[in-house]
């Protein structure tokens, strides 16, 4: 799927206001994540890495240079470089390799960042919103324009990386779903 330039700047939108009801697709995906740190917190990460990222696929060229990644959390960038990290962090690369397996071990910053090239077809989610379902207990929503099955391991390393004990998902839930987690 190629992100529109519009449909980023309405993605980057969600991350600092909860979309309304009626802006709702028929269908998201949900991931539920178990944090190690209050949800707010989780949050306010997973935004501060996203919101940069989001920045650069609306403002730079994606042809092959590095971009520019100052403005990205050192805590982000140094779990894909391989140098010390934040306690949480640190847990997060560990799950995060538990969890994928025989997959790839560590997502390098510069790499990560490319899954935002709005020309790229490998992105195949847009941020849609995160709801509590406890003091350590969130929910990922993603919009996958209904895919139940499309590359989100870069979600994955975040959500890790940002706090997450516990990733499970991606599941089709329709947009009721959302609406009745984002009302409590």
């Known amino acids: ?17 909860r979309p309304g009801p009626e802006e709702a697709p028929p269908v998201l995906c949900a991931f539920e994540v178990r944090t190690s740190c209050p949800v707010p917190e989780f949050h306010d990460r997973l935004r501060s890495v996203l919101d940069p990222a989001l920045r650069l696929a609306l403002s730079h060229s994606f042809d092959g240079e590095d971009l520019p ?3 990205i959390p050192d805590w982000f960038a140094a779990a894909g470089d391989g140098r010390p ?8 690369v560990e799950r995060y390799v538990s969890a994928i397996g ?4 560590r997502w390098e910053l510069q790499e990560w960042l490319y899954q935002f090239d709005p020309e790229s077809e ?4 847009a941020w849609w919103d995160l709801t509590s379902s406890g003091d350590r207990e969130a929910v990922i929503w993603v919009d996958t324009w209904g895919e139940s099955f499309f590359a989100c391991d870069e979600l994955r390393w975040l ?3 940002a706090g997450g004990e516990e990733v499970a998902g991606p599941r089709l839930v329709g947009a009721d779903g959302w609406v009745a987690a984002s009302t409590r």
């Not at 992100?3 to 206001?17: F, K, P, S, V, Y």
């Not at 025989?102 to 071990?105: K, P, S």
């Not at 490998?122 to 989610?125: A, P, S, T």
């Open 1 to 17: 799927m190629i992100h529109e330039i519009e449909d980023i700047g309405r993605e980057r939108g969600r991350l600092t206001a």
């Open 69 to 71: 990644a100052d403005t």
């Open 85 to 92: 990290v934040p306690d949480f962090a640190g847990r997060g």
């Open 102 to 105: 025989g997959g790839r071990w």
């Open 122 to 125: 490998f992105r195949g989610w």
């Open 159 to 161: 959500a890790y990386v």
